[in-house]
């Protein structure tokens, strides 16, 4: 039976599952649950997964939900290059800590200050700078740490690597979601992190062109935005794509 993902490409988390499966050759079928209608909490996706969130997978009556553990389950299932998830059990433990580490350290770093500095009102939430201002210490507390830790000085990806693994791709689909943001701010952000701005656009590279194409809904996003808070399209609504923040965008 064919692989089914549940999915919304405004979620990094599923941006990481689709990126993954199509750079591995793995077939699936894309279902959309549309955050902006609020699908995720329709009684028929809890049927698939009753946290309801995205993203979700069944693999035939096989269901599962949380996209490091979708990811490992498919690197165990399918037929992939080993550089993602190594067979290797110690080169596998240090990807797991990057892993935990992104999920601990780094949980609501981009996401949480992007929501918080710009996109609050399209959830009819008002703009909240101080919370904005202690999300993007976070941020930049961990970017200095994925600088100075986890990427070294041999191997262009993470754990000195020269070829990216899973943990590479989940913390660049992370780092994507700052695509949104105004060019000035985002260069003031990732602008110091001359280490990671690199890795970025080597990952963005290596796994192209479904990288990028994954990613395209975040310039979207952004060009109507910018549209949206021009003089001329000042008066313009912005309920056209409302997001739930517990979403885990």
Not at 22 to 41: A, M, P, T, Y
Request: charge should be positive; proline fraction near 6%; charged fraction near 25%.
């Amino acid at each position: 039976m064919t692989l089914k993902l549940y999915v919304d490409h405004v979620s990094h988390h599923c941006r990481e599952v689709i990126i993954f499966c199509k750079l591995n050759g793995i077939d699936f079928e894309e279902v959309l649950v549309d955050l902006s209608k609020r699908q995720h909490l329709n009684p028929e996706y809890k049927e698939v997964n009753p946290i309801m969130q995205i993203p979700a997978i069944m693999d035939g009556k096989f269901k599962l939900s949380e996209s490091h553990a979708i990811i490992r389950y498919l690197a165990s299932v399918f037929p992939i290059a080993d550089h993602w998830y190594p067979t290797d059990l110690y080169k596998r433990a240090k990807i797991e800590s990057v892993l935990d580490w992104h999920r601990t350290n780094f949980p609501r770093g981009p996401a949480g200050f992007v929501s918080l500095s710009l996109l609050a009102p399209a959830v009819g939430m008002p703009l909240n700078p101080q919370a904005a201002a202690k999300a993007e210490k976070v941020l930049i507390a961990s970017l200095a740490q994925i600088e100075s830790v986890w990427l070294q000085k041999k191997g262009r990806f993470l754990l000195g690597s020269g070829q990216p693994s899973v943990a590479d791709l989940s913390l660049a689909c992370e780092i994507m979601q700052l695509e949104v943001l105004d060019d000035k701010v985002r260069e003031r952000i990732l602008g110091p992190f001359k280490r990671v701005t690199k890795w970025l656009d080597d990952t963005k590279h290596v796994m192209a062109p479904h990288f990028e194409e994954v990613h395209s809904i975040l310039y979207k996003v952004k060009k109507k935005r910018q549209k949206q808070t021009s003089p001329v399209g000042s008066s313009s609504t912005q309920s056209s794509r409302k997001h739930d923040l517990h979403s885990k965008m």
